[in-house]
């Protein structure tokens, strides 16, 4: 059973520095790079020395590079912010990775819905 009790400390930890992340991008940074971000999800290692953030930008996909080079350089910024408001032993070092799930979504519905609409425009025999 401490193993369970583990993840679930994990999993808590990780939806926090997801909350306070996704407050501090909205309220806190400035840079004009970022704009709307969603923070989709947090994975802490382990130790708490690295956590991987998971972003989707309302940006179009040509400016995803420049919303992912804001984000690493408010990187320092955001870790003291989240030290000074989350008590954990290891404020981890971020390390953000676009989350490209919401527009694999959205393709994938516009593929069905294209489907969808070829088999009702086809004929039946």
């Known amino acids: 059973m401490p193993n369970n009790k583990s993840f679930s400390r994990k999993d808590r930890v990780n939806e926090q520095i997801r909350r306070e992340l996704a407050e501090l991008i909205r309220s806190e940074l400035k ?9 989709t999800e947090v994975e802490v290692t382990p130790d708490y020395a690295h956590a991987r953030v998971y972003f989707s930008s309302l940006a179009g996909p ?9 984000l690493k350089k408010a990187a320092s910024f955001l870790r003291r912010e989240l ?12 390390h953000f990775i676009h989350d490209m799930s919401l527009e694999r979504g959205a393709d994938m519905s516009k593929l069905i ?7 009702d425009a086809t004929p039946e025999e």
């Open 113 to 119: 819905d294209e489907a969808s609409r070829l088999s």
């Open 62 to 70: 040509d400016k995803i590079a420049e919303v992912e080079q804001g």
């Open 31 to 39: 840079d004009p790079r970022v704009g709307m971000v969603s923070i």
């Open 83 to 94: 030290f000074r408001r989350i008590r954990i032993h290891t404020t981890p070092e971020l």
